[in-house]
């Protein structure tokens, strides 16, 4: 069984408090958890990221936001399944998008139960909810993403340009929020065109949303091809997961606002 640790960039501390609690209930034994405060040190995510891995020395690195909880299973589900992928697997995660525009993956966030089959699933770029960085693969954030968005789409493209698989794995958590769309995140997405949009046809299928470079991309509109994950209704509030009190923990959970 591979080792596993926790890292979490952290700018409120009574939420990551409760997302320290709600895994309690669920690891056993509890795994090393690194905490690190990117504000004061003036670092963005990738530099704070990067600062953490360096600190740890289990086999997986599992870089995770604050305001999540983890539902009762939820350590041995998630452990089990990232085992289980193969040693070509670099960055295993909970919710990625394809190369084509389709979701795969299984999470619960305040717009609901959301189970995107089949699972597990190769995906070009993965949520940075959850992110399960195998160590040994020699993988790092880059710091030029500015702010603090789009790093681990990166990440994921670098595994791409490296011949490695990302992979979006059957282990559902709660997130409490759902990110904001604004100018720091145009700003990273502009950055990240800018790297990797010939690669891909300039077009970047992300979870968050799709971007692409309309002068280039051959698409007619931009507007088009962006959409957030919110708008795909095809596999939202489904219990089709075969767990059915994904949705009840979820509801409850995201009722209770942004902190629980």
């Known amino acids: 069984m591979p080792t596993f640790a926790l890292l979490t960039l952290v700018n409120d501390r009574a939420q ?37 891995i360096e ?15 983890f539902p009762a299973g939820f350590w041995p589900r998630f452990t089990a399944a990232v085992a289980a992928l193969g040693r070509d697997v670099a960055v295993a995660g909970l919710v990625g998008c394809e190369q084509n525009g389709r979701y795969r993956g299984h999470i619960v966030d305040p ?41 681990g789409a990166d990440l994921c493209f670098e595994a791409a340009r490296l011949g490695l698989r990302v992979t979006a794995i059957d282990a559902p958590i709660v997130h409490l929020s759902t990110g904001r769309i604004d100018a720091s995140y145009e700003r990273a997405a502009q950055w990240l065109l800018a790297k990797w949009g010939p690669r891909f046809g300039h077009v970047l299928p992300m979870p968050a949303l799709v971007v ?49």
Do not use: M
């Open 111 to 151: 717009n609901g139960h959301c189970f995107w089959a089949p699972l597990p699933c190769d995906v070009l770029a993965l949520d940075e909810v959850l992110l399960a960085v195998r160590r040994d693969a020699g993988l790092r954030f880059d710091p030029g993403v500015p702010g603090f968005h789009c790093y």
């Open 16 to 52: 990551f408090a409760a997302c320290q609690a709600s895994l309690r209930a669920a690891a056993e034994p509890w795994p090393e958890w690194l905490s690190v405060e990117p504000n004061p040190r003036g670092w963005n995510a990738a530099q704070g990221l990067n600062h953490g």
């Open 55 to 69: 600190q740890l020395a289990a086999d997986w690195i599992v870089c995770v936001h604050q305001d999540v909880l």
């Open 212 to 260: 692409q470079d309309e002068a280039k991309s051959g698409w007619f509109r931009r507007t088009a091809i962006r959409w957030r994950r919110r708008q795909d209704r095809r596999a939202r509030n489904t219990n089709d997961c075969g767990d059915p009190a994904c949705a009840a923990r979820a509801l409850g959970a995201t009722r209770a606002g942004a902190r629980p």
